[in-house]
């Protein structure tokens, strides 16, 4: 199986690049720790969308009693949305049955590439367990697969060292159980993930998005995405919108 890893966005590749594949996107700070938290909490189904402006015309257009607005700008909740980024934000009793436009700065701004793609998923650490079944069994049940994408978000187009550590993760423990054809960057965060992990979540929360979000009052967000399997489901990108994975 041929493992290739996207370590920033903005990279420019035929679509078709994609076909045959699974491609897993990771923004471990915060948006796929959020979009975790609002799937497991119930929400009917999450639009992401790359800009606030599109995101609020999208919302404009929904019924009143079904929609809520999410996610970022610069960090911060935009004036008008509903919820920010903080997975806290998305609990039982605010998300459950709703349908929620988002947008993030760079988490979904990922979500344009790998439409190709037949399985689409969107995994962190707080859905580590259940993302690796998702691929394992993914890849068992369906032949045509010939290759597993890790899309790391990174951070306004620079390199996210969390990003990668979990891409890194998940493909140390799937050479593990498959044989495996590693590209440069999957090796590297591979072989990154192998020298951090004893002391993996401790190292993150020195990494640049950690302080970023500490200065700005986000240690308890931080607390929550660094989590093995606190959200045990899979958000699967289906159409234009992320619903739970049924496998
Ligand atoms: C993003 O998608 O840009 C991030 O999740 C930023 C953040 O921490 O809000």
């Not at 493992?3 to 990771?26: A, H, R």
């Not at 938290?37 to 257009?61: C, F, H, L, T, W």
């Not at 699967?236 to 496998?247: N, P, T």
Request: proline share 2%; aromatic share 10%; hydrophobic share 40%.
């Amino acid at each position: 199986m041929k493992i290739n890893t996207f370590l920033m966005p903005n990279f420019e590749i035929e679509e078709d690049f994609f076909n045959n594949s699974i491609c897993v996107y990771i923004d471990v700070l915060r948006a796929s720790t959020t979009i975790c938290s609002a799937i497991q909490n119930g929400a009917k189904e999450i639009i992401p969308v790359a800009d606030v402006e599109q995101a609020m015309r999208i919302y404009s257009g929904l019924d009143r009693e079904i929609r809520l607005i999410g996610g970022e700008k610069n960090m911060e909740k935009p004036a008008n949305f509903d919820l920010g980024n903080s997975p806290n934000d998305y609990a039982k009793d605010v998300v459950e049955g709703k349908t929620i436009i988002f947008s993030t700065t760079n988490g979904t701004n990922l979500f344009q590439y790998g439409h190709s793609s037949q399985h689409r998923i969107i995994s962190a650490f707080v859905n580590f367990g259940s993302s690796l079944s998702y691929i394992k069994s993914t890849i068992e049940n369906h032949h045509n697969i010939d290759s597993i994408n890790f899309l790391c978000a990174g951070n306004n187009t620079l390199f996210s060292y969390e990003d990668t550590l979990c891409a890194g993760n998940y493909i140390s423990d799937l050479a593990k159980s498959i044989e495996t054809e590693l590209s440069d960057a999957s090796h590297a965060a591979k072989v990154l993930y192998e020298f951090h992990k004893i002391e993996l979540f401790n190292f993150i929360r020195l990494c640049d998005h950690s302080n970023r979000m500490t200065k700005m009052g986000l240690k308890s967000d931080i607390d929550l995405c660094l989590q093995y399997d606190a959200f045990p489901i899979v958000p699967v990108i289906e159409g234009i919108s992320i619903k739970k994975s049924r496998i």
